[in-house]
């Protein structure tokens, strides 16, 4: 009988982080309870507008990294590597693949997401290098018929059980909203007034009363 340990297995989680939400927040913290290895990084979506330079969505993403470090003994599993980041979800694999030849790698996606996969770059060398882990939407569609479409393409699945808060980066930007942002941020989004943050935005925060 064979003594050899499986492979490590690596969550790769690339976002927008336009900006960082508490659900950001709450799935970094899920990925580090359940994986030895996390790394996150912030990306431009070629879909997307977005409300600010992806040089201060890395900066911010840092923030909401380093205070999960600090709080939770798992924390130590995160890591930003922005080093990843790119439009292309297959770009992102093979540079992780190159720093963890031997790891097992579950490229992290919402379940919106799951019918847009057949469409992207080089998408059945994507399925082949990687497992999707898959994060479920607070009362979304159901996954199952993107799942089997998938998974006839020859794609490995792994639905994750994180309960993630139903907050969407789009809220913020239409509504400067602190009780949708991780605390650690609003220094950050006050002093350098981004996305409509304000010192009297803070101050009305729902947090604090």
């Known amino acids: ?42 990306s431009d979506n070629p879909l997307k507008h977005h409300g600010a330079p992806l040089a201060v969505r890395r900066q911010l993403l840092q923030v909401v990294v380093d205070g999960l470090k600090a709080r939770m003994p798992q924390g130590r599993r995160l890591e930003l590597r922005q080093d990843f980041s790119s439009r292309r ?14 790891a097992r790698l579950l490229f992290v996606v919402g379940v919106d997401l799951l019918p847009q996969i057949p469409d992207w770059y080089k998408a059945s060398e994507l399925l082949r290098s990687c497992c999707l ?36 980066s789009s809220q913020v930007r239409q509504r400067p909203d602190p009780a949708l942002v991780p605390e650690e941020l609003l220094p950050m989004l006050v002093s350098r007034r981004l996305y409509g943050f304000t010192g009297h935005a803070a101050r009305q925060s729902p947090k604090e009363t």
């Open 1 to 42: 009988m064979s003594s050899q340990l499986p492979p490590p297995a690596m969550a790769l989680f690339g976002t927008s982080a336009d900006p960082p939400t508490i659900g950001h927040q709450a799935i970094l913290a899920g990925l580090g309870q359940r994986y030895p290895m996390v790394a996150t990084w912030a």
């Open 89 to 102: 979800a297959l770009d992102s694999v093979q540079a992780a693949r190159a720093c963890f030849p031997t």
């Open 133 to 168: 882990a898959v994060i479920p939407r607070h009362n979304g569609p159901p996954p199952e018929p993107a799942m089997a479409r998938l998974q006839a393409a020859g794609a490995q699945l792994e639905v994750l059980p994180l309960h993630i808060p139903p907050v969407a």
